[in-house]
């Protein structure tokens, strides 16, 4: 089991920047891929992107390709996501979560074993 605790949200206009942390205990996280997840007021949890326990493989929604860049540190057991260029639809409680094996990569949320409790991000236009 992996403990998660994401941080780094705040509000930022269209067109700034966030990183958002997250913050694993457990031993089991160097194995885990992990995923960063999104849920907006009113919509369902959507996939952002994941980073495979080595970080050489990543994945991205197609929304957020090109903007945003999942990292990972492993000796500081912690996942990073770099948000360029923000937009008002980004606007989301972001969630990280994490799974086994660790060098498959998933965009759908049941297939995440262990959650954090999130960080909300605003984009104001």
């Known amino acids: 089991q992996v403990q998660l605790v994401e941080s780094g949200g705040g509000t930022v206009q269209a067109g700034g920047s966030l990183r958002l942390s997250c913050a694993a205990s457990?031993?089991?996280?160097?194995?885990?891929?992990m995923g960063w997840f999104r849920q907006a007021p009113g919509k369902e949890r959507e996939f952002v992107a994941a980073?495979?326990?080595?970080?050489?493989?990543?994945e991205y929604d197609g929304s957020v390709k090109g903007r945003f860049t999942v990292s990972r540190d492993n000796v500081e057991n912690t996942v990073y996501l770099q948000m360029n260029s923000l937009k008002p639809e980004d606007t989301a409680v972001y969630y990280c979560?994490?799974?086994?094996?660790?060098?498959?990569?998933?965009?759908?949320?049941?297939?995440?074993?262990?959650w954090g409790q999130g960080t909300q991000v605003t984009v104001s236009s």
């Open positions: 457990g031993q089991a996280f160097t194995y885990s891929a």
């Open positions: 980073i495979s326990w080595t970080g050489d493989d990543t």
């Open positions: 979560a994490s799974r086994f094996p660790g060098h498959v990569l998933a965009s759908i949320p049941d297939m995440y074993n262990d």
